[in-house]
């Protein structure tokens, strides 16, 4: 390809680019082409994409995809166990290490904010989970520990995504195990950025051409199989992962299996829920993170691979 570039033979530790961003913006697509232009290999940023089985729902890479550019961080955990941001940034400095060992571009793509955040500025003083006093928590209503974190903590309830039982749950958990807010906590973070820190990128597109591609995507998944995958994970025990069972779609779709709506309500009610996911991973992005914002409107995910790399070019 006349604009494939490599990073420089004298680089012995390449630095690492990240391409954050909302559901369904095609980052996915541009870090495959990205990967192929510079000799990269790509380290997926998805809570949800480590479980083996979440397939569908997730959008994980394929076999042509698999096979086009090595992926990690993919299939690395089980439906029945525990996967958090501590586990994600040890397997992934693990990972980044082993690609830049042989010569390879370390491409972070995903849309997990707090993992980017995690692996690159550190973790913080909050303490591990405590398997007995999260059960208790499971078990309490939402609306209940929504209260308590608005006692216990207010910035932390003004700030947190309340309708993720996740965050809310481990924000009530520190808080009791500390007796800290957790807002304070979050503040102190062991690491900061650095050169090693790499190029980090937004992509983005305009919110109509957005919206039609999260509906598409929606579309394509139910027509792929989403319904009987789900029913394939239940019988796997998806519903006993708190994590797992909380993914978009797949908590629709168990609702649906259940008799709550049928299954027009349901793909609807995923596209929404959807669009709502993306606009809070954008708001997420513009307050969390140092970022180039960059527009992939209208833009083939070759062509704007073909753009990062005339820009990574002009940097290294």
């Known amino acids: ?92 400095g693990a990972a980044a290490a082993q690609i830049q060992s042989r010569g390879h571009v370390p491409i972070f793509c995903g849309g997990t904010g707090f993992y980017f955040k995690a692996y690159r500025e550190g973790l913080g003083e909050a303490p591990p989970a405590d398997a007995a006093l999260r059960a208790e928590l499971e078990a309490q209503p939402p609306a209940e520990l929504l209260a308590e974190l608005e006692r216990s903590d207010p910035a932390t309830f003004q700030r947190i995504d309340r309708k993720n039982p996740r965050r809310v749950i481990r924000a009530v958990e520190v808080i009791r195990l500390t007796g800290r807010p957790f807002s304070g906590q979050r503040a102190r973070w062991d690491g900061a950025d650095s050169g090693e820190a790499g190029f980090v990128f937004c992509l983005t597109r305009p919110a109509g051409e957005l919206r039609e591609r999260l509906a598409r995507r929606v579309d394509e998944m139910f027509a792929k199989g989403l319904v009987a995958e789900t029913e394939s994970l239940l019988a796997r025990g998806l519903e006993r992962n708190p994590t797992a069972r909380q993914a978009l779609g797949y908590r629709q779709v168990m609702e649906h299996l259940r008799g709550r709506r049928n299954l027009p309500e349901t793909v609807e009610l995923v596209k929404i829920r959807t669009r709502q996911f993306a606009k809070r991973q954008l708001t997420w992005f513009r307050r969390q993170m140092r970022l180039e914002w960059i527009s992939l409107e209208g833009q083939s995910p070759e062509a704007a691979a073909a753009n990062l790399a005339a820009e990574l070019a002009a940097r290294t």
């Open 1 to 92: 390809m006349a604009n494939e570039f490599h990073f420089p033979s004298s680089l012995l530790h390449p630095r690492p680019i990240f391409l954050a961003g909302p559901t369904a913006a095609g980052k996915s697509a541009v870090a495959l082409a990205l990967a192929e232009r510079i000799g990269g290999e790509i380290i997926s940023v998805d809570s949800m994409q480590v479980y083996r089985g979440l397939d569908i729902g997730t959008a994980k890479p394929g076999p042509e995809e698999l096979q086009r550019v090595r992926h990690h961080l993919i299939d690395v955990a089980e439906l029945d166990e525990s996967f958090d941001a501590a586990q994600f940034v040890r397997l992934a």
